[in-house]
């Protein structure tokens, strides 16, 4: 089972990603430019989140 990542921000809005690389490296992007973010992630396919 794989894992999907959430991360929200107000200048990107909700991204949802499948690659684990490419959600670390956008978060650091976010950190790196003062951009606050939430992050979170599933392993569940049928509900993603609340």
Same mark, same amino acid.
């Given at each position: 089972? #794989?894992? +999907?990542? @959430? ?5 990107? =809005?909700?991204?949802?990603? #499948? *690659? @684990? *690389? +490419?959600? #670390?490296? /956008? @978060?650091?992007? /976010?950190?790196?430019? =003062? ?9 569940? @396919?049928? #509900? /993603?989140?609340?």
């Amino acid at each position: 089972m #794989k894992a +999907i990542y @959430r991360i929200s921000a107000q200048e990107t =809005g909700t991204i949802f990603l #499948k *690659k @684990r *690389k +490419i959600a #670390k490296a /956008l @978060r650091w992007w /976010l950190r790196e430019n =003062g951009i606050s973010y939430q992050y979170s992630y599933s392993f569940d @396919r049928t #509900k /993603l989140w609340d």
